[in-house]
């Protein structure tokens, strides 16, 4: 059965960081793209980064500089570091991975065929 467990959420502070995790397990996933997206409450889901499969992050515009993706193949785990939370980042956060072949936008969540459960992310003081 192949799953993608996140881990790492929780309350914070503004100005806080924190380091999330998604664990693969069934299959190695070294030949996908690797994203994250988040949902904040009342809002659509929405994306953040991705890892393509050959190890090079991309950044929704409004979170470059403060998130940082990365990826351990050898671990089959997906990382999300973010520093300088703010309120606005009050998500749940969400892994998700798809084929590195498949070539269309890759901010695109329908284009991913395999999701996490999520880990609640809330920045308040």
């Known amino acids: 059965q192949v799953q993608l467990v996140e881990s790492g959420g929780g309350l914070v502070q503004p100005g806080d960081s924190l380091r999330l995790s998604c664990a693969g397990s069934?299959?190695?996933?070294?030949?996908?793209?690797m994203a994250w997206f988040r949902q904040a409450p009342g809002k659509e889901r929405e994306f953040v980064a991705v890892?393509?499969?050959?190890?090079?992050?991309y950044y929704k515009n409004s979170v470059q500089g403060r998130f940082a993706a990365s990826r351990d193949n050898a671990k089959n785990t997906l990382y999300l570091t973010v520093v300088n939370l703010q309120p606005e980042d009050t998500a749940v956060y969400y892994c998700?991975?798809?084929?590195?072949?498949?070539?269309?936008?890759?901010?695109?969540?329908?284009?991913?065929?395999?999701w996490g459960q999520g880990t609640q992310v809330t920045v308040s003081s």
């Open positions: 069934g299959r190695t996933f070294d030949n996908d793209d």
């Open positions: 890892v393509k499969s050959e190890g090079i992050p």
């Open positions: 998700a991975s798809r084929p590195s072949y498949n070539t269309y936008n890759y901010a695109l969540e329908r284009t991913y065929d395999y």
